[in-house]
């Protein structure tokens, strides 16, 4: 899949990230929601920042040199490290976010482990079902290779459980969603032809340049004779698919005593 950054890959492929990977205002608006009334948020994984919440107190955490540059000067401060040793305090913040970048970490569950020692309440994870994933058009059609990339990410339950308890929310695509991750475009499919839309894409940015021009140009020749379109057909009349996205929202600390 694709997201902020956890590793210092991004150093290479997160160049230009922040010109397609704008958040959306509706997944924006579900994330602030579940962070309650916290005022200390730490974001672990940040990337570029693009989903930290305005009128709280934001620290994020980022190791890629390349992702802190491109966070705009209004973001709130950053710190370069990683997930798996935040160098904070137990209980520093009230909130924590971990936004498509669990599945960048090393030691995933290590990391989780820390954000939840570093954070009182809610935490907001935006991870996502490799299952599902695998199963949508772009990868089964045009770059089937994608499904051996990210296998060590935990379910969404997996991840729910390493941070204490909590929910697994699905969280839909809408079809002119605008930020550009990797199934951002099921109902656009034209937009994966732009060199800049996939170098947004991590998923697709760490498949070897062969494979995806190859792919490419198959989709580009199903799109001019109009194969896609009558392949998926079905996609034409829907607002919002399941594209395998989803919000863990973890208890805070005290819920479960």
Do not use: K
């Amino acid at each position: 899949m694709d997201g902020s950054s956890s590793s210092p890959a991004y150093d290479v492929i997160g160049t230009g990230y922040a010109r397609t990977r704008r958040a959306d205002p509706r997944i924006a608006a579900r994330i602030d929601h579940h962070l309650g009334a916290a005022a200390r948020v730490v974001n672990v994984g940040a990337g570029a920042g693009s989903y930290e919440p305005t009128g709280r107190r934001v620290v994020a955490v980022e190791p890629s040199s390349a992702m802190i540059r491109q966070r705009p000067a209004t973001a709130g401060p950053v710190v370069q490290a990683t997930g798996e040793a935040l160098p904070f305090p137990d209980a520093a913040f009230e909130a924590g976010m971990a936004l498509l970048t669990v599945h960048h970490w090393p030691d995933p569950l290590a990391g989780l482990a820390e954000l939840r020692r570093v954070t009182s309440g809610p935490i907001v994870a935006f991870t996502f079902d490799h299952e599902v994933h695998a199963t949508q058009w772009l990868v089964t059609d045009y770059l089937p290779s994608m499904i051996e990339l990210d296998t060590t990410l935990p379910a969404p339950a997996e991840i729910a459980e390493a941070l204490g308890g909590g929910v697994v929310e699905v969280l839909p695509v809408p079809h002119d969603c605008t930020d550009g991750f990797c199934h951002a475009w099921w109902r656009r499919p034209d937009a994966y032809l732009d060199p800049a839309v996939r170098a947004g894409i991590s998923g697709i940015a760490r498949l070897p340049a062969a494979v995806v021009e190859d792919a490419m140009a198959r989709l580009a020749d199903d799109l001019a004779t109009g194969r896609w379109h009558a392949a998926h057909a079905d996609l034409a009349g829907l607002d919002e698919i399941d594209a395998g996205y989803r919000l863990v929202v973890a208890d805070p600390v005290d819920a479960g005593r």
